[in-house]
């Protein structure tokens, strides 16, 4: 299916008051990719100042591959309102953020996957860079757990290093190409939430630690739903 008709998919989408705007929609040098940038719009039909999603959509090619899309992602947003004034608007503060991963993995395909940059200034850059770097396993990181919603079973801390071309650090969730493939995403994802929470004592940053041990039991809790073995936890 073309790029475009999938991305438009995602044009409308509600989220409580505010609807996605798709625009700056640009054709890139490869054939199947577009560029394109995601706004709120508010009820007054103000756009924010800034894209909640900016990046590329591509629909796979050769070789068997799927569609992917590489993004940024923006939770903290301003709006312009009356005399100049700025309305700040943060997605996570009332689960936008869960139910904006959840329209971006629609539209990605079984087998296809979802990488998203954690190089930013934002809170939620710097709170998923610093828990990696602590030992919390990508997927209950801020912007790990937002994927793994989206319906990517398993999530990859990916860096690529391209002889001083190098791309930003990225998180790349995984969409299983089928059931089987999907239960041995699921236990390498719990394995390494277990082995987290077994360990949970050795962290020092209680502030990334404890909302990353609250998402590693969400989550298993989430597998267990799904997979066939028994995963107990710790």
Not at 196 to 217: M, V, W
């Amino acid at each position: 299916m073309d790029s475009l008709i999938l991305l438009k998919k995602l044009h409308g989408k509600k989220l409580n008051g505010y609807m996605l705007y798709l625009g700056e929609l640009k054709q890139l040098r490869f054939s199947g990719w577009k560029g394109f940038r995601l706004y709120l719009r508010d009820s007054s039909g103000a756009l924010s100042g800034f894209p909640v999603i900016k990046g590329i959509y591509s629909v796979g090619g050769k070789d068997g591959v799927k569609p992917w899309m590489d993004l940024e992602y923006y939770e903290e947003l301003e709006f312009l309102e009356e005399k100049d004034t700025r309305n700040r608007f943060i997605l996570s503060s009332n689960s936008l953020d869960l139910k904006l991963f959840r329209y971006l993995g629609n539209i990605i395909p079984l087998g296809g996957h979802l990488m998203v940059s954690y190089e930013g200034e934002q809170i939620i850059h710097s709170n998923t860079a610093k828990s990696l770097s602590i030992g919390i396993p990508p997927s209950a990181t801020p912007l790990g757990f937002l994927i793994f919603q989206g319906g990517f079973e398993l999530i990859k801390d990916w860096y690529l290093s391209e002889g001083g071309h190098e791309g930003p650090r990225k998180l790349w969730g995984e969409k299983a190409p089928d059931n089987t493939w999907a239960q041995t995403f699921y236990k390498k994802t719990a394995q390494l939430l277990l082995q987290f929470l077994d360990a949970e004592n050795n962290l020092a940053d209680k502030e990334l630690q404890e909302p990353a041990i609250q998402r590693s039991k969400e989550i298993l809790e989430i597998i267990k739903k799904h997979y066939k073995g028994k995963i107990e936890l710790q």
